[in-house]
C-alpha cells in the first residue's frame, strides 16, 4: 500500500494513526521511530516534551493518487484564499471611500471564511505558493489574518479569543485605506517625507475603528500597535516591554514573516529559512521572544521536506531542523549525501524550488 506523509498539529493526532517521520530530541535522539502506532499515552507525552506537529501515515490508492489529491489541497486552498481577498479589497475600498469599516463583513470572514483556512493542514506551505505582488495590501492583510491565527493555536488561544487574533490581523493595515494611493501603490521606496506619512497607517487604523462597541479592546490595540517594538524602536509612540499588547505582538511576528516572505513591487521574497534567520536576529530586543520563539519552532516542522537550491546549484530535501539551529538544516542531495549546513558554512540555501 502507498501512503501519504501529513503534518498534524499534535492536538489533533488521534490515537491509532501512525507515524510517517521519525520523532528525534534536540540531541538527535530517536524519541519514537517511523510507523509506531500511537496511543493516549504516547500523544500527551509528545505534546507535555514540547513536540507540536506529528508527521502521520495516511493510505492512498497509489503515489498518483497522492499527488493529485496534493494538487487537489492547493488549488481549493489558492481558490478560497482568491475569494477572500477579494473580499477583503472590496471591504477596504469601502473603508477608503466612506470612511467607515464594514465591520460586520470583516467579522464574518474572521469567524468563516478565514477560519477554514487557517484549519487545512499544511496552511503555511500552502500559503507560500500564493506569493504574488497583485494587490498585495489585501493579499498581505488576508495573509497575516491567517498567519496570526496559525500562531493564535501554536500559543494556544482557542474559540473567541482566536478569532479575535484573527480579526485583529485581517484589521492591521486597515488604516492604509486613508494613506494617498500615489504613497501606497509607489513602485518603488518611500521618501523618507512619504515614510512619515506611511506610518500615521496604525493610528489612523485605530482612529477608524475605536468608536465601536463590536470590537474588544484587544483588537483595536492589535491594530494600532503592531509596528511597536520591545526595545522602544516602533511607532506610533515608542512603546516597549509590556506596555504593548499582547495582540499586537502576535500581529508583529505575522506581519514580518509575511512581508519578507512576499514579492512586492520593489523587493523579491525571501526564502523562509532567510526570514527566520532574519526573525530570530530580532527576538530578544525587538519581537516578543515567547511568541517569536514558539512560531520559529513550529514553522521549521512545516518547512521539512521542501526542496531548495543551494548556492553552488544543487539541488537538495531538507531533512531536518532542530530548535537550537533554525537557519542552518540537514539537506540530503540527489546523489544520497547528506549534508550538514551547520558545519558547511561555505553553503546557504538561495531558493526554495518546491515545497
Known amino acids: 500500500m502507498i501512503w501519504a506523509i501529513k503534518p498534524y498539529l499534535v492536538c489533533d493526532v488521534k490515537p491509532g494513526m501512525i507515524l510517517g517521520r521519525p520523532i528525534v530530541s534536540d540531541t538527535g535522539k530517536i524519541v519514537l521511530s517511523e510507523n509506531t502506532v500511537l496511543n493516549e499515552l504516547a500523544i500527551q507525552r509528545l505534546a507535555a516534551w514540547g513536540f507540536h506537529t506529528l508527521y502521520i501515515k495516511e ?23 482568491s475569494e477572500i481577498a477579494q473580499a477583503l479589497k472590496d471591504a477596504f475600498e469601502k473603508t477608503r471611500y466612506f470612511k467607515e469599516v464594514p465591520l460586520a463583513k470583516m467579522k464574518e470572514l474572521a469567524d468563516q471564511s478565514v477560519d477554514s483556512l487557517i484549519n487545512s493542514t499544511g496552511v503555511m506551505s500552502h500559503l507560500k505558493l500564493i506569493r504574488t505582488a497583485d494587490d498585495y495590501t489585501f493579499r498581505h492583510s488576508l495573509n497575516v489574518g491567517i498567519i496570526a491565527g496559525v500562531l493564535g493555536k501554536w500559543l494556544g488561544y482557542k474559540g473567541a479569543k482566536l478569532k479575535d487574533i484573527v480579526l485583529s490581523g485581517l ?15 509607489k513602485p518603488g521606496r518611500l521618501t523618507a517625507e512619504e515614510m512619515d506619512i506611511m506610518q500615521e497607517h496604525a493610528t489612523l487604523g485605530y482612529e477608524l475603528v475605536k468608536h465601536t462597541r ?14 511597536e517594538r520591545l526595545d522602544g524602536h516602533g511607532y506610533p509612540f515608542n512603546l516597549t516591554g509590556r506596555e504593548i499588547s499582547d495582540h499586537a505582538r ?25 526570514v527566520i534567520e532574519e526573525v530570530f536576529g530580532e527576538m530578544f530586543n525587538k519581537l516578543d521572544p515567547h511568541i517569536t520563539l514558539t512560531f520559529l519552532q513550529n514553522l521549521k516542522d512545516s518547512l521539512i521536506g521542501y526542496i531548495v537550491r543551494l548556492s553552488d ?4 530535501r531538507v531533512i531536518y531542523l532542530d530548535k537550537n539551529r533554525l537557519v542552518q538544516p540537514i539537506v540530503k542531495i540527489a546523489d544520497g549525501r547528506y549534508i550538514d549546513l551547520e558545519r558547511r558554512r561555505d553553503l546557504s540555501i538561495i531558493e526554495v524550488v518546491a515545497t
Not at 214 to 227: D, K, P
Open 250 to 274: 502576535i500581529i508583529a511576528v505575522a506581519d514580518v514573516y509575511d512581508a519578507m516572505t512576499s514579492n512586492r513591487v520593489y523587493q523579491k521574497a525571501s526564502t523562509p529559512f532567510r
Open 59 to 81: 493510505p492512498t490508492a497509489d503515489e498518483s493518487d497522492n499527488i493529485i489529491s496534493l494538487v487537489a489541497e492547493q488549488r481549493a486552498f489558492s481558490k478560497k484564499h
Open 171 to 185: 484589521l492591521h493595515d486597515i488604516g492604509k485605506t486613508q494613506i494617498p494611493l500615489e504613497i501606497l501603490n
Open 313 to 316: 546549484g544543487s539541488e537538495a
Open 214 to 227: 463590536q470590537l474588544s479592546e484587544e483588537i483595536m490595540l492589535g491594530v494600532w500597535q503592531h509596528h
